[in-house]
């Protein structure tokens, strides 16, 4: 059989797609989604000492920071344009107790890095998580009473330590326990003591979620948990009890929303985002960062390209905005014109 002249093939169509794809100025000007440094979030990590950096062997380039070089992170992060840092203390362990209690000390280490960056870098907004886990003994968010955390008494303790860290002059308060109610009551609080401009970024949607474990690590709760953590956060299995969660903390006086993990619930991010309409944020979780850096660091993958590619995915999902461990990275990249 002779073989086809490739000419004779030539197919007449007038809509070709792959027009608007020939050259980069091109694709550029069709793109429907684009990621700016305004787009940033950055979560550092936060020990005791001065000078002092150490190293979180399950996320390769993530560290943690004492208060002075996290004060320098701040200056390096402004420079790039990161509008904000969210804060998350790895609690000395002579510190945690079954209620948490460290959580409402003036001088924590939140409160002190807190009103260190402030202080020095007040031009970036600094968000600071309200939880007891890093502070707890046995690891939960709340307070545990036989095998229960118990909701009420637990909410009375967030709403103490959301006070405590608006004192020290957090810019957002960030409830991530995912206790029923504990929205309203902080916005109470808040508003009571003349901190009606503080503003509530709720964890709304945050799943109970194996992807979390590298941050456990980072904040050493992953020695002190007991059990799990199902009772309280999401199954991950549900879908439109996201839009109940978030309704709820909507009409309690959320500001803003997070969804939680990031890649595998982009179909919650997008739900939430088109039911609410509301800024709705997702956090790109310890786990998700750190298979892509050991997929990188293996050769199996561009870990540049994955890195931007997955952030691109949360703003085509609907995300306003994105915590990211790649922050810096991610904002270098921008100012080069990635």
Not at 41 to 60: D, R, Y
Not at 75 to 80: D, G, N
Request: hydrophobic share 45%; with cysteine; net charge negative.
């Amino acid at each position: 059989m002779p073989e086809l002249d490739p000419l004779a093939t030539k197919l007449d169509l007038a809509t070709r797609p792959r027009r608007n794809r020939k050259a980069e100025w091109s694709r550029r000007l069709v793109r429907e989604h684009e990621l700016s440094v305004n787009d940033l979030i950055w979560p550092i990590f936060l020990v005791e000492g001065a000078g002092k950096t150490e190293k979180i062997a399950s996320m390769p380039g993530v560290e943690r920071f004492s208060v002075d070089v996290a004060v320098r992170e701040a200056e390096a992060a402004a420079k790039l344009g990161i509008p904000a840092l969210a804060l998350f203390p790895n609690t000395d362990p002579a510190l945690r107790d079954a209620n948490g209690s460290e959580a409402l000390n003036e001088k924590n280490l939140v409160c002190r890095a807190t009103r260190a960056i402030k202080r020095e870098v007040p031009e970036i907004g600094i968000i600071t998580d309200v939880a007891l886990d890093p502070y707890t003994s046995h690891g939960h968010d709340g307070i545990l009473r036989g095998d229960e955390i118990v909701n009420d008494a637990t909410v009375g303790m967030l709403v103490a330590q959301a006070l405590n860290q608006a004192r020290a002059g957090a810019d957002i308060i960030a409830p991530s326990d995912m206790m029923d109610g504990r929205v309203g009551a902080i916005r109470a609080a808040l508003d009571a003591e003349g901190f009606e401009n503080v503003q509530i970024m709720a964890y709304a949607a945050k799943y109970a979620s194996a992807f979390y474990g590298p941050f456990r690590e980072a904040v050493g709760s992953n020695v002190t948990l007991a059990g799990d953590k199902r009772t309280y956060q999401m199954d991950p299995a549900n879908s439109d009890e996201a839009l109940r969660e978030v309704a709820l903390d909507l009409e309690e006086g959320a500001d803003m929303l997070i969804v939680k993990p990031g890649l595998p619930y982009l179909d919650i991010l997008a739900r939430v985002k088109e039911n609410t309409g509301a800024p709705t944020f997702v956090y790109q979780v310890s786990g998700e960062y750190s298979m892509i850096m050991a997929a990188a660091q293996n050769g199996w993958l561009d870990g540049e390209r994955a890195m931007m590619e997955s952030l691109i995915a949360f703003k085509r999902a609907g995300a306003d905005g994105v915590l990211t461990y790649f922050a810096p990275r991610v904002a270098k990249r921008l100012r080069e014109g990635f």
